[in-house]
């Protein structure tokens, strides 16, 4: 007693999920144009089995009674309207039509629908349970109506023939269903999936974005502040040199706003899906930059041990530059006056390293007059890294910052 009470409680509550529905054949969806016209159809088949079944008795030589034939018109006619809860109750239906149509033949067309039913929205065990059955009750309800015309196994084999026919077109019609929910799934996932790459792509661009514009507007607007400085602080310069001065910082301007369209254009395509808008600087362009630097007033130093600059790949080139920019800009804020040593060496399968040193202020304590996002570091750690590179910073034991950096240059 003990083990068999678990065990039937297991049985009763695994029972109804075997005759619900599966999650590809939910049957409490709201019903389709399709459905309802395929529903009208099986009433039909149902309903027209009636009178078929009728006359199938008469030419079999067994016509019942007169009170018999009514009811088994009734209970058929029942079992026609009963089609309509198929997608319901097909499981209950179909085992109650088995010891009924073993007394009444015109269910026979109902209870093939009520099996085909089950064959579509039910597990296979619950299939093979309903088909097991209804070949079983195959040979008592032959054996109550016989058929004169033929004998006994033929009948049988043509019924089990027919049945086995009807539960392997549901089972087909069920994969076919599961097939095309799965293709479904699959195509709304590889869409998800698509759409996310699309936001993660948005993301980069608009970081890249960030650190294009940290990198050239940092450098430029420091520029500017350095002349403007010099302006504030020798106001009786003499005309010509306000002149000169004003002018390279119109020109500066110009060039931040040149640069800024840069900046913008560096992920922004050509229709035809060619290079950006503007060309973007290179290591060839390296020596212009020292050189701006120095017209604005810095004391650079440019230790060239490449040789041919232009023979660095554009996009190690490029972010070899934003290095170089991006370490004059820190050093312009933060040791103004002090002399700083670049240098970039490597070459090919060595690598590309660029290094960028100036004296750290002595005995007094500068604060920069530019505000500083504190993301000059930070921008230039992610651009390394991007590259596949590496990146040392900080203070030397010879009281230098040294600022220096590697990225890998394939053959």
């Not at 529903?39 to 009178?51: H, N």
């Not at 970081?207 to 502040?225: G, K, P």
Request: net charge neutral; aromatic share 6%.
């Amino acid at each position: 007693m003990t083990t068999q009470g678990p065990r039937l409680t297991e049985y009763h509550r695994l029972l109804p999920a075997l005759l619900t529905a599966d999650p590809y054949t939910d049957d409490r969806t709201p019903r389709s144009t399709r459905d309802w016209v395929v529903d009208v159809v099986m009433f039909l088949i149902a309903a027209g089995g009636v009178p078929l079944m009728w006359l199938s008795e008469r030419s079999s030589g067994n016509e019942p009674s007169h009170y018999l034939l009514i009811a088994d018109f009734v209970v058929g006619s029942l079992s026609a309207v009963a089609v309509w809860l198929r997608r319901r109750w097909p499981v209950t239906i179909a085992l109650i039509l088995l010891p009924v149509g073993l007394v009444f033949q015109m269910t026979t067309f109902a209870a093939g629908l009520f099996t085909f039913t089950v064959a579509v929205h039910r597990r296979f065990p619950v299939v093979a349970v309903v088909t097991a059955l209804t070949l079983v009750f195959l040979a008592p309800t032959y054996a109550l109506h016989p058929d004169k015309n033929s004998s006994f196994w033929t009948t049988m084999l043509v019924g089990c023939i027919f049945v086995l026919a009807i539960v392997a077109w549901g089972m087909f019609v069920r994969a076919r269903r599961q097939l095309l929910v799965s293709l479904r799934e699959r195509a709304e996932r590889a869409e998800t999936a698509q759409q996310l790459k699309v936001e993660q792509a948005q993301h980069l661009e608009r970081e890249r974005i960030a650190r294009e514009m940290h990198d050239v507007l940092a450098h430029r607007i420091s520029l500017l502040s350095l002349h403007a400085g010099a302006l504030e602080f020798r106001p009786d310069a003499p005309p010509e040199e306000i002149a000169r001065a004003a002018g390279v910082i119109r020109a500066s301007a110009h060039q931040a706003l040149q640069d800024l369209r840069e900046v913008i254009g560096v992920l922004r395509e050509n229709p035809d899906g060619g290079e950006p808008e503007r060309p973007q600087p290179t290591l060839a362009d390296l020596p212009a930059l020292i050189e701006e630097s120095r017209a604005a007033g810095m004391r650079v130093e440019l230790e060239d041990r490449v040789g041919n600059l232009a023979g660095v790949p554009a996009g190690i080139g490029r972010a070899a530059y934003r290095i170089v920019q991006e370490g004059l800009t820190n050093a312009r804020k933060h040791a103004p006056g002090a002399v700083v040593r670049v240098g970039v060496a490597g070459k090919v399968a060595a690598g590309l390293s660029i290094e960028v040193r100036n004296p750290l202020p002595v005995g007094r304590s500068w604060q920069p007059k530019l505000p500083g996002a504190g993301s000059g570091i930070i921008g230039l750690t992610e651009r390394a890294t991007l590259a596949g590179g590496k990146i040392e910073h900080g203070p030397t034991e010879g009281g230098d910052f040294r600022l220096w950096v590697w990225i890998p240059w394939p053959a």
